[in-house]
């Protein structure tokens, strides 16, 4: 979080980003500004400090960081935690890009709106093992509740 949109933004492309162990610079600026703009990251300047982001730019940076690997599987934990009901469509927009190029997007979320909305299949967990299971089109809010424990769950 103390470390800028830029720096956050390239690190896990450093095999990409150097020649002959030196830093490309204008390299990782240009990755940086791409993603900037890609996921209208707010502020626009790569030398903002996450920290100071508000949460749903502070969330988008850090995807848009394993995005740009494009990954085959890509694993989110809460990953609307923090952030307001408009940005979340921007967060959920750049969840569905890698799984509509193919990817496999795993979610933990204990946000049920957030996991019908996002979800082609829904996994209950309990003690470590898989105890229901759902198409995502196909669970209503109360299904799902009953699921994970009904009372409890609320």
């Given at each position: 979080?103390?470390?800028?949109?830029?720096?956050?933004?390239?690190?896990p492309?450093l095999?990409v980003?150097?020649?002959r162990?030196?830093?490309?610079r204008?390299?990782?600026a240009e990755m940086?500004?791409?993603k900037?703009?890609?996921?209208n990251?707010l502020?626009p300047?790569?030398?903002?400090?996450?920290?100071?982001?508000?949460?749903?730019?502070?969330?988008?940076?850090p995807?848009g960081k394993w995005?740009?690997?494009?990954?085959?599987?890509?694993?989110?934990?809460?990953?609307?935690v923090?952030?307001?009901?408009g940005a979340k469509a921007e967060v959920?927009?750049?969840i569905r890009?890698?799984?509509?190029?193919?990817?496999?997007v795993i979610?933990?979320?204990?946000n049920?709106?957030?996991v019908?909305?996002l979800s082609?299949?829904?996994?209950?967990?309990n003690?470590?093992?898989?105890t229901?299971?759902?198409?995502?089109?196909?669970?209503?809010?109360?299904?799902?509740?009953?699921?994970i424990?009904?009372?409890?769950a609320a």
């Amino acid at each position: 979080m103390e470390h800028s949109t830029l720096e956050n933004t390239v690190v896990p492309s450093l095999d990409v980003l150097t020649s002959r162990s030196v830093l490309m610079r204008s390299e990782m600026a240009e990755m940086c500004d791409r993603k900037i703009a890609a996921l209208n990251i707010l502020p626009p300047d790569p030398q903002k400090e996450v920290g100071r982001m508000s949460g749903g730019n502070q969330q988008k940076v850090p995807l848009g960081k394993w995005i740009e690997k494009n990954p085959q599987v890509l694993i989110l934990d809460e990953p609307t935690v923090g952030v307001d009901v408009g940005a979340k469509a921007e967060v959920f927009a750049t969840i569905r890009a890698p799984r509509d190029e193919g990817a496999a997007v795993i979610e933990v979320s204990s946000n049920l709106e957030e996991v019908m909305t996002l979800s082609d299949r829904i996994l209950v967990f309990n003690n470590g093992r898989i105890t229901a299971s759902f198409d995502g089109g196909d669970v209503d809010n109360d299904t799902l509740v009953d699921a994970i424990g009904g009372e409890e769950a609320a």
